[in-house]
């Protein structure tokens, strides 16, 4: 049991992870069981994970992702890779809407609309893949906090280079990297950087 | 207090709004002040939030966007935007580094990175604002879900419309809106559909 709230409020980016420190594989699948409760456009999920965890695989990662320290440093890295192609009736998350009765003349209904009018251009579709691989991105960080594991996002990396290392067709994007881990406990975190506040941000109409 | 699994387990997309129940302000700040300990590029919150809430409003998304009941049933919509330009240093919130005692050198290499690097593309800086946006709306769904309040995102909507009839500039990515407010109880949820599983999703490396 823990306070959301204080999840929110103690979750950080944390730079320095403890290499000695594994994530052992049923803590990883508990943070993802959890995170995947986050909605997606007609619960299609477009999203997969590569969990780099191997020293193999850890140093190409690094060495597309302009050699980030905290890849090698971190016992897992997670590539949040999304599918622009999802919205198709190939993914069989369509058919689970029949698992709640909803009927097929529905569903099939839902992938022409989907197909002609929601991601009708390469933009729509790629924005589709970032938006909902987004929600599992963050939904995840938070999860993991909850099971006392830190994270760290990080985008500098170079595209092509881990798509070609790691097989990811041309039809998906690397949404984001999530070094998962432990605390470096001999390092110290900068304060938490300030947030705007809801005056600069909401204006109600 | 509210355990953060519970809360991500109970969180639905609510598609009936009790159009009698009001959203007060007060709650959307405490909601918004939660939702926004959501992690940034380099903290620059590249987001904006435009609270649909009075009828007039209403009426000018509701045809804006596909005529989805929900915008007229929910006490309030949020447009959530991203800013595509917010890697500048024109974002103050690049600024706040200083709070925490980051020399300005460092910040300004942290510009130099952004604009030559990160977002050196037109679909880069896209994704920046969609990506970063994203998080702010999934940290704000289930924020909203620890006080008690339902949401429904959205994306069914014309973007040229609603950037017209709400001023925002081309700069800027609508990148979800999102249904606030209360469960109409006369109406049923279907139940929660499945959810992809972890070795259909996770490939360990």
Chains 1, 2 share one sequence.
């Not at 508990?30 to 299609?44: E, H, Q, R, T, Y």
């Not at 002609?116 to 909902?132: E, I, P, S």
């Not at 984001?176 to 705007?196: Q, V």
Request: with cysteine.
């Amino acid at each position: 049991m823990k306070d959301l709230k204080e999840v929110y409020e103690e979750r950080r980016s944390v730079n320095f992870f403890d290499s000695s420190k594994d994530l052992d594989e049923e803590t990883l699948k508990k943070i993802m069981d959890l995170a995947v409760l986050a909605p997606s456009a007609f619960n299609l999920q477009p999203w997969e994970v590569i969990a780099v965890k191997s020293p193999e695989a850890k140093q190409r990662l690094y060495d597309a992702a302009l050699k980030q320290p905290k890849i090698l440093a971190a016992p897992v890295t997670l590539i949040m890779v999304g599918d622009k192609d999802a919205y198709t009736e190939a993914n069989e998350a369509w058919w689970y809407m029949r698992d709640v009765g909803i009927p097929d003349d529905k569903i099939l209904g839902n992938i022409d609309f989907a197909k002609n009018v929601l991601y009708n251009t390469d933009l729509k579709r790629n924005n589709f893949a970032v938006r909902n691989t987004s929600f599992l991105c963050m939904s995840l960080m938070y999860a993991a906090k909850y099971y006392g594991v830190e994270s760290h996002a990080m985008i500098g990396f170079e595209e092509d280079k881990i798509k070609r290392e790691f097989n990811i067709p041309d039809n998906k994007v690397v949404v984001l990297l999530i070094s998962l881990g432990y605390f470096d406990e001999s390092k110290t975190l900068y304060p938490r950087l300030r947030r705007k506040k809801y005056e600069e941000i909401v204006k109600v109409v």
